[in-house]
């Protein structure tokens, strides 16, 4: 089955600068790939997602990067601010986007300095 | 994610005891999850369903037990047989051709 990797476990930053979490996944027919953020205690929340035919998206100051060759996707966040701390996980499906389920990274723990 | 709603938010068990997580949506969606998230790990799928009366395993399925006999309900049963079953659990939906899972607000087990 799918399995997928994802660094760093921590990230600190200080505010205003950029952020980058990266994923790795092991099956070549993922076509899906969403991110999601976590507060503590909350449930998760769908930020941005890609499929396996684009390679970039971006939504405001959020931007996910696509390399199917290397199998690896990107989350960036620009000019980071407090409420931009949680946890972040990606993840990836197989089905045509999440039918059946998705796999998911370990999560990063994103700190923003003030 | 609003209209997905998990019931009761905090809910303890006894070792041996069997107990039912609910899971409810209002959002027509066809298919419907059930992950676990453990301290410091992501979410791990225990099963899921696509239509009704028909369900599916997940990775971790063992220990656990689902019914689908209507669209808006996916019930998640924790049996004794599952070893460790202390957990936030999550419930999610979507629309069959569509891609974003929506997650309800989950339930924490606890086993004392």
């Known amino acids: 089955g799918e399995n997928v990797e994802q660094h760093p476990s921590t990230l600190s930053v200080q505010e205003g600068d950029s952020a980058v979490i990266k994923c790795t996944y092991s099956d070549s027919a993922s076509n899906y790939f969403p991110w999601y953020k976590q507060e503590l205690g909350k449930r998760p929340q769908l930020i941005i997602d890609?499929?396996?035919?684009?390679g970039e998206k971006k939504d405001q100051r959020i931007a996910v990067t696509l390399n199917k060759t290397a199998k690896h996707f990107s989350l960036h966040i620009t000019e980071t601010q407090p409420e931009d701390s949680a946890v972040y996980f990606c993840a990836a499906s197989n089905s045509g986007g999440g039918a059946d389920g998705l796999t998911f990274g370990k999560g990063t723990h994103l700190i923003i300095q003030p | 994610d609003g209209g997905i709603t998990q019931s009761p938010k905090y809910l303890f068990r006894k070792e041996g005891q069997n107990v039912t997580l609910s899971c409810e949506q209002n959002?027509?969606?066809?298919?419907m999850y059930w992950y676990r998230q453990d301290p410091g790990q992501g979410l791990r799928l225990i099963y899921y369903s696509q239509i009704v009366n028909d369900f599916q395993k997940g990775d971790i399925a063992e220990g656990y037990s689902v019914s689908r006999e209507k669209k808006e309900s996916f019930p998640l049963t924790v049996t004794s047989a599952q070893k460790n079953p202390t957990a936030f659990y999550l419930c999610?939906?979507?629309?069959?051709?569509?891609?974003?899972?929506?997650f309800g607000p989950g339930t924490r087990l606890t086993v004392l």
């Open positions: 999610a939906s979507t629309v069959r051709a569509s891609d974003t899972q929506y």
């Open positions: 890609i499929r396996s035919n684009v």
């Open positions: 959002l027509n969606h066809d298919a």
